[in-house]
């Protein structure tokens, strides 16, 4: 039987992370949509999930704590903690408080729940959307493994889910939270590229979409690392060694793990 069987969810915020995770766990079946609620502010992405999954929506904060066995924190992080003053003592000690705020510790959270309910801190991504995610989830000093696998049961529904030390969360949201916008980015600039070589704009664009879509399924398949896989197109005097070497002499390499480490001291930022 599902950890989630019997279970009410309730979700604070229906934006694009809330929404995909009703999406994904309206599609599995892992609950029925009666048992799920979703409060937001916004009338448009209330009228969405209502329609698309059917689910109850509301945009009373107290209604969602009420309802709920397991509670979702989706909202950002500048609104958290109006969001804990608001509801965080009615938040009851057997309830299940799931929160995928970015940057927001634990503690953080426990310090405005006065019932101590554990809290389980998650990063997912965007690709969860279309049921690609890759998701990180950490519990609290007082989370029980069962706690942690209701968090993970959820997740799945949207894509790979990993277990890790809280420790390790800030880099996880710098990688995979923040990473599909660095793969955006780059995708952009090719295009760019392309069409800066003369090709149409629909064939660079769809050049760039299969190549970065081909690329990440043979890493994704193979034994051998991403260098490895690099080197193994990289050959001697070719166009794509002139390409590397470009790319080497202008550290983009060295400014891409500046970038990553940059976003890993906001997301430390954002907890305090």
Do not use: W
């Amino acid at each position: 039987m599902s950890v989630l069987a019997e279970k009410r969810i309730g979700f604070i915020g229906a934006g694009n992370m809330g929404s995909a995770l009703i999406g994904g766990l309206a599609k599995s079946y892992l609950v029925d949509a009666k048992s799920v609620i979703a409060g937001d502010i916004d009338p448009e992405r209330r009228e969405r999930v209502a329609r698309d999954f059917g689910v109850r929506t509301t945009t009373d904060n107290h209604e969602v704590v009420a309802f709920a066995d397991i509670v979702i924190l989706a909202v950002k992080p500048n609104v958290v903690t109006k969001v804990l003053a608001e509801v965080g003592g009615e938040i009851r000690a057997e309830q299940i408080v799931i929160s995928i705020c970015a940057g927001v510790s634990t503690s953080f959270i426990q310090s405005h729940l006065p019932n101590h309910p554990p809290v389980i801190r998650a990063m997912p991504n965007t690709p969860a959307l279309v049921g690609a995610g890759v998701s990180a989830v950490a519990g609290c000093s007082i989370a029980e493994p069962e706690h942690v696998a209701v968090a993970k049961a959820i997740l799945s529904a949207v894509g790979e889910v990993l277990e890790l030390e809280e420790k390790h969360l800030d880099a996880v949201t710098a990688i995979s939270g923040s990473g599909p916008a660095y793969f955006f980015y780059l995708m952009e600039k090719m295009e760019a590229a392309g069409l800066a070589e003369g090709l149409p704009s629909g064939v660079a664009l769809e050049l760039v979409k299969q190549t970065a879509l081909g690329a990440a399924k043979l890493c994704a398949e193979s034994k051998e690392t991403p260098g490895q896989l690099r080197q193994n197109v990289t050959s001697p005097g070719g166009t794509t060694q002139a390409a590397i070497y470009l790319l080497e002499k202008k550290n983009v390499g060295q400014s891409l793990v500046q970038a990553v480490r940059e976003a890993a001291k906001r997301s430390r930022e954002l907890g305090k």
